[in-house]
């Protein structure tokens, strides 16, 4: 248990003195082509937990059921995001090595990453952007790149020392690519999946943009227009998902907006350089970080605008990120956009959080100090 003083009064006195913070709820709406895929998902998911009900295992099921919920939550930000759990850096950087193992071995790490059970070896939750080791042991990319970039080469799970590198490193897509190239060639074929890597292309040749990038790009225009005595206004975007920064820079790009990003894929040296050149350079008007990277001991005062672009299970976790611009040393009110689509997962998301404060609030009765702001 964490035990932390916020910034609310004291015996009547600030403990600190900062500007105001104001958090806003932006309500997105989905594009008709957006809304039909987010439909059929939501109904192929509440089909598939209805039949775990019927047959009485939904607590042996928790771990198919959760990566259900994660990709509806995916479907409200981008529509790339949910199709095999993307791990495209991962398919680039080991691609070559996969096609020259044996074919009994590419199968059995595919079906690692398609095993219900599959854990993420290092967080213990079930993996975001599932990727699979030479040794068998899954997890999320974010979690296993910041592994090697610690400069470790050895397989993080308990009592496995197996080498490891970015060339040893497997994502589903690489292994069904060298599947299906070995089975074509001896004949074999195999029924289409409504998310496949085809549809994927199909998408990403189009150009597609997101509504929540469309809401998000609108904010940042704005933002970027604006100044004071003190210098550009400058914001912070968080995702939980580096794979949706990376959909939003393709946007970027495009307006002409300069930023710096921050996640767990970059090694010490970098992340320092980013968080300078965002904090120094009038020019830079914009930090992409990933929630993971963002929460926990940096000063970006710099900031007076956030944008959150997914909600996260637990809303103290969100509010950590929050408090990288909302730290001593800011001189700006900031203003906090947190983009939800509506009449989707992300409204039960919003009333677990509310459920999730009320009820460490109650906890700690009416001392509030020590609850987290």
């Avoid at 500007?19 to 089909?47: D, H, M, T």
């Avoid at 912070?236 to 998902?241: A, L, R, Y």
Wanted: aromatic share 6%.
């Amino acid at each position: 248990m964490e035990l932390a003083r916020t910034k609310h009064p004291d015996h009547g006195q600030p403990i600190i003195n900062l500007p105001p913070k104001s958090i806003g709820l932006n309500k997105v709406e989905f594009s008709p082509e957006e809304q039909a895929f987010y439909v059929r998902l939501e109904e192929r998911s509440c089909q598939q937990f209805k039949e775990y009900a019927a047959a009485g295992t939904l607590k042996q099921s928790y771990a198919n059921i959760l990566p259900l919920l994660l990709r509806l939550r995916q479907a409200c930000d981008h529509l790339l995001l949910v199709p095999g759990y993307r791990s495209d850096t991962a398919g680039r950087d080991s691609f070559g090595i996969a096609r020259q193992l044996p074919w009994d071995l590419i199968v059995n790490l595919y079906h690692r990453l398609e095993g219900s059970s599959a854990i993420c070896g290092i967080c213990s939750d079930p993996p975001e952007d599932a990727v699979v080791i030479m040794c068998g042991h899954v997890f999320c990319y974010q979690c296993v790149h910041e592994h090697i970039s610690s400069d470790e080469t050895t397989c993080p799970s308990t009592g496995c020392r197996d080498s490891l590198s970015t060339n040893s490193i497997f994502s589903k897509s690489t292994l069904k690519a060298c599947i299906s190239g070995k089975a074509g060639s001896s004949g074999s074929s195999t029924s289409p999946d409504p998310f496949s890597d085809e549809q994927q292309a199909s998408i990403s040749n189009s150009g597609y943009i997101s509504s929540k990038i469309k809401t998000a790009i609108d904010i940042l225009i704005q933002v970027c227009g604006e100044s004071d005595n003190a210098g550009p206004f400058k914001a912070i975007v968080f995702s939980q998902w580096t794979s949706k920064l990376d959909l939003l820079e393709l946007s970027l790009n495009q307006h002409m907006i300069q930023y710096r990003r921050l996640d767990g894929t970059m090694r010490l040296v970098a992340r320092d350089r980013a968080v300078m050149d965002f904090n120094t350079d009038p020019e830079v008007r914009l930090m992409l970080m990933s929630l993971k990277a963002g929460n926990l001991g940096l000063n970006m005062a710099a900031a007076c605008h956030v944008i959150s672009l997914d909600l996260w299970w637990n809303p103290y976790a969100e509010d950590q990120a929050i408090d990288r611009a909302h730290c001593i040393g800011q001189t700006r009110p900031v203003t906090v956009s947190r983009l939800t689509v509506q009449d989707t997962v992300e409204d039960r998301i919003l009333a677990l959080q509310e459920e999730k404060r009320t009820m460490v609030s109650s906890a700690f009765g009416d001392d509030k100090r020590w609850v987290r702001n």
